[in-house]
C-alpha cells in the first residue's frame, strides 16, 4: 500500500513539445505540460468541458524517449507521483508550482513519431 501514498496517472494531450535540456552532470530533464479534460453538467443541465493542464518533469531516458517520440497534441499517459515547490519570481514574489514527476509513460497516439 505505501505505492499508492503519492501516485497520480494521467491521460491528456501535450501542449507542446518536450522542452528537453542535458545538465551538466550529463542528465537528462523534461519539462511538459499536460491537458486532461473533464464533462460535467453545470447546474442549468448544460454539458461543461473544463481542460486542466498539469506540469511534467521527465528525467534520464524516458525525457529522451518522450521527446524523441511525441509533438505538441500527442496523447499520453503518464504514471509518477505529485511535487510541490517554491521559487522567489524577478519581481520578489514567492511563487508556488505543483508537477507531476512522471515514472512511466505509454504513448497512445495511432501514429507515433518514429523518427
Do not use: C
Request: no cysteine; proline share 1%.
Amino acid at each position: 500500500m505505501n505505492s499508492l501514498k503519492n501516485r497520480v496517472q494521467l491521460i491528456g494531450h501535450l501542449g507542446a513539445k518536450v522542452d528537453l535540456k542535458q545538465l551538466e552532470s550529463g542528465k537528462f530533464l523534461g519539462h511538459a505540460s499536460l491537458a486532461t479534460n473533464e464533462n460535467y453538467k453545470s447546474q442549468k443541465g448544460d454539458r461543461v468541458e473544463e481542460t486542466i493542464w498539469h506540469n511534467l518533469v521527465i528525467w534520464d531516458k524516458p525525457a529522451e524517449n518522450l521527446a524523441k517520440y511525441t509533438d505538441k497534441g500527442s496523447e499520453i499517459a503518464v504514471e509518477g507521483k505529485l511535487t510541490n515547490r517554491s521559487y522567489t519570481d524577478k519581481n520578489g514574489d514567492k511563487k508556488f508550482i505543483t508537477e507531476v514527476v512522471v515514472s512511466d509513460f505509454l504513448l497512445l497516439d495511432k501514429k507515433a513519431k518514429t523518427a
